[in-house]
């Protein structure tokens, strides 16, 4: 009896039940409506949409398999129907652990917190000229949460999920390497792909050294989050750290 209640009270742990698949999905729910929501209402001009590049890159690989009708919300569908089929196929309930989902918002807000100490840091030692995107500027407080919002849900997919999976099937899978060197390969080159993603704008802009430091340190930083506490908390993390560079004092 004992032991079957340890059982129990392990498989409802909030470590565990914060990376199930399920409670992930309800975690992100909101997250996914409200940037999809700005899609249509906030971030469009006579330009086209306002958005990121891995949001777009996204949309273009898969360009050849998108209908029309659906467009930039493809990359949203692909986080909902994963999340959706990795919980049938762990065949947990189908009841998300609501204190669960609420501690996972505290969770993330912490988590930014070293993040946002780490670019204060650098920003402090070196001055990262033209970190702001020009195309920002005209953007409303509506529209900056939701960039925010959707930096953190499309880079994490592309540099963590997707990243993630080809490089650990690609060393483990292929090479045969043990699934520890598969998954910190994964997390390094993922961290350096994420750096190079983001280059400098602006005329005065120059990649330094603090700032190709701070970006592979936040990308290292996403990827240990995203392998011990799931893809949930980093997109959340990934978010709020936005939220606070553009909300922030500079």
């Known amino acids: 009896m004992a032991d079957h209640e340890d059982d129990i009270s392990i498989e409802d742990s909030y470590w565990l039940t914060s990376r199930r698949p399920l409670e992930m999905l309800v975690f992100l729910i909101p997250f996914i409506l409200l940037y999809e929501i700005c899609l249509v209402f906030v971030l469009r001009n006579d330009q086209g949409t306002i958005t990121?590049?891995?949001?777009?890159?996204?949309?273009?690989y898969f360009d050849f398999a998108i209908p029309e009708e659906i467009g930039l919300s493809f990359p949203s569908m692909v986080i909902f129907v994963v999340l959706l089929l990795w919980h049938v196929l762990s065949r947990h309930a189908w009841r998300p652990s609501w204190p669960?989902?609420?501690?996972?918002?505290?969770?993330?807000?912490?988590?930014?917190?070293?993040?946002v100490v780490l670019s204060r840091f650098v920003h402090e030692l070196v001055?990262?000229?033209?970190?702001?995107?020009?195309?920002?500027?005209?953007?409303?407080?509506?529209?900056?949460?939701?960039?925010?919002?959707?930096?953190?849900?499309?880079?994490?997919?592309?540099?963590?999920?997707?990243?993630f999976f080809l490089v650990h099937a690609f060393v483990v899978d292929l090479l045969r390497f043990s699934s520890v060197i598969g998954t910190v390969l994964a997390i390094i080159i993922s961290a350096i792909l994420f750096a190079l993603y983001h280059p400098p704008v602006g005329p005065e802009a120059t990649y330094t050294t603090a700032r190709a430091f701070f970006y592979v340190s936040a990308g290292l930083f996403f990827g240990v989050i995203y392998i011990f506490r799931g893809f949930g908390i980093v997109v959340a993390v990934h978010a709020f750290y936005d939220l606070v560079t553009l909300f922030g004092p500079d």
């Open 127 to 163: 001055p990262m000229a033209g970190q702001a995107e020009p195309i920002l500027q005209g953007l409303g407080p509506m529209g900056l949460i939701a960039i925010s919002i959707g930096a953190g849900l499309y880079e994490e997919l592309l540099f963590r999920m997707l990243l």
């Open 100 to 115: 669960t989902i609420g501690l996972m918002v505290v969770e993330s807000a912490l988590l930014t917190l070293p993040l």
């Open 52 to 60: 990121n590049r891995a949001h777009e890159w996204l949309v273009r």
